[in-house]
């Protein structure tokens, strides 16, 4: 028997490099949307405070973008290497779902990105503009591709077996599968409230440190409002994708609330350690009957439990069970913070309370991590499924696998990402650190013309950055 075992280093090896790669798109997607906005607000008012916070805001975007690529096509490749049969099973949905994403998605980002980034003076202001519309498009395009075909895996519809192949039967049902758009809408709220704290956090870091004053509470303001719409329809969202778990995948959903029996008026556990091998919670604290109430909509609704599956057919419950209370822990702190928010704006301290200003400053990475801890659920959850119900992971692995080749493989992403997340986070860094105060010429024209520089490199080191001034 080989000590090491390829199927679980290949899912160490996918849950890896998915989790390092999701932390992208789902800055990028928010933070396109927000600069599609700024351009909007130049377009229309003229004002250089929007064109600087918009160039400010595409270089750390071109950066993050860049990773999320680079994160991204490495992905692919564990497909054919690691999981080469649930490719070949699933090639008749999965490639035409995946080229789908590249036609429609990635060649839309490629082709405006450039005028985004380099075309500022150099087209007119509509053609920016629009370039930066199709780019925030174009990352929502992307993300639904990507999430159907997720989907899918989770409530496959509109196909059939044949020897061991999917072959689609409904194109139309297999894409828009049952839980395709709760889980776009929860991930798209999810980008903008990344998005929207990044931003919120750095133009804090700024005021905080009195630079460019005028223009950050601007920028802060726009995005508090944001937030203050976005946090609460989450919420609402996320019970509306809980739900959908609970018709499509009511085992995923007893491992998230710990459920071990079936039972009617289920009880909420805040806090509870999960003993798979013991089949019961130890330490239980809950509240009687809210999860029947809030799944069911009634207060003695009844609750599938986890034993009415095989234990080879659960997934790892402490995991589901503790990365969903996580994710949830941190959406009520963003709603506490945006309406906090509320609260100084009406009493006219929004940017005067420093106390404020330092928690949104420390708010930046728990976004990332709610991310994370979502598809900690989402994906664990399913375990031991590839596509839920009909192909599990053992039957998805390549045969011809063995654990050295898997864990070299490892030990390779690691490294690799590693330097790819080190370079990033030292160019974001680099470009925070040097404010958006020297960013653009605003005192030119806005039609000016001048000529190519490296000024216009979103990664060079600008002279006009410089803070002897400050």
């Known amino acids: 028997m080989e000590a090491l075992d390829p199927l679980l280093l290949s899912r160490m090896q996918f849950a890896f490099v998915v989790s390092f790669h999701a932390l992208f798109p789902v800055f990028t997607i ?19 405070t929007y064109r600087r916070l918009s160039e400010f805001w595409i270089k750390i975007f071109a950066v993050v973008f860049g990773m999320g690529v680079v ?23 999965l490639g035409p779902i995946l080229s789908y994403e590249v036609l429609t998605a990635f060649f839309l980002e490629a082709v405006f990105l450039g005028i985004l980034l380099f075309g500022r003076d150099r087209v007119p202001r509509g053609t920016h503009l629009f370039a930066a519309c199709m780019v925030a498009i174009g990352t929502f395009i992307s993300s639904f591709w990507i999430l159907s075909a997720n989907s899918w895996m989770h409530t496959p519809q509109g196909f059939e077996f044949r020897d061991g192949i999917v072959h689609v039967t409904s194109w139309a049902e297999a894409i828009f599968n049952p839980s395709l758009w709760p889980r776009f809408g929860h991930v798209a709220l999810a980008s903008l409230l990344t998005g929207g704290f990044v931003v919120a956090g750095v133009s804090a870091y700024f005021l905080l440190r009195n630079r460019a004053v005028e223009m950050n ?10 937030l203050l719409l976005v946090a609460p329809a989450q919420i609402f969202m996320g019970d509306i994708h809980g739900l959908n778990s609970f018709e499509h995948q009511p085992t995923k959903v007893a491992a998230m609330e710990g459920a071990w029996e079936t039972r009617e008026g289920a009880p909420l556990y805040l806090f509870a350690i999960p003993d798979s091998a ?9 509240i009687p009957n809210l999860a029947s109430f809030i799944l069911t909509h009634q207060w003695d609704g009844e609750v599938p439990g986890l034993k009415e599956v095989s234990a080879e057919e659960r997934p790892p419950v402490g995991i589901v069970f503790w990365s969903f209370r996580i994710m949830v822990g941190i959406g009520v702190v963003m ?18 309370s420093r106390p404020f200003l330092h928690t949104l400053q420390l708010m930046i990475p728990l976004p990332f991590v709610a991310v994370l801890t979502g598809w900690f659920v989402t994906e664990i959850g399913r375990q031991p499924w590839l596509i839920y119900g009909q192909m599990t992971l053992a039957e998805g692995v390549t045969p011809s696998l063995t654990g050295w080749m898997a864990l070299v493989t ?21 470009i925070v650190r040097n404010g958006p105060e020297g960013v653009g010429s605003v005192e ?27």
Not at 278 to 286: D, K, P, S
Not at 450 to 465: G, H, K, L
């Open 444 to 470: 030119e024209p806005a039609h000016a013309k001048r000529p190519f520089s490296a000024a216009d490199v979103p990664f060079d080191d600008d002279p006009d950055f410089s803070t002897s001034s400050r």
């Open 71 to 93: 994160s991204g096509v490495v992905m692919s490749f564990q497909f054919g290497t690691n999981w080469s049969e649930f490719s070949f099973a699933t090639a008749n949905f």
């Open 410 to 430: 490892l030990i390779g992403y690691v490294v690799v990402y590693a330097v790819i997340f080190t370079a990033g986070l030292y160019y974001v860094t680099r």
């Open 30 to 48: 928010g933070l396109a949307a927000y600069i599609a906005v700024l351009e909007a607000l130049w377009y229309r008012t003229d004002s250089p």
């Open 278 to 286: 013991a089949e019961t919670n130890h330490l239980a604290v809950g």
């Open 217 to 226: 509470r601007k920028a802060l303001s726009m995005t508090l409002w944001l």
């Open 335 to 352: 709603l506490l913070v945006a309406l906090w928010s509320a609260w100084l704006r009406m009493r006219g301290r929004l940017f005067e």
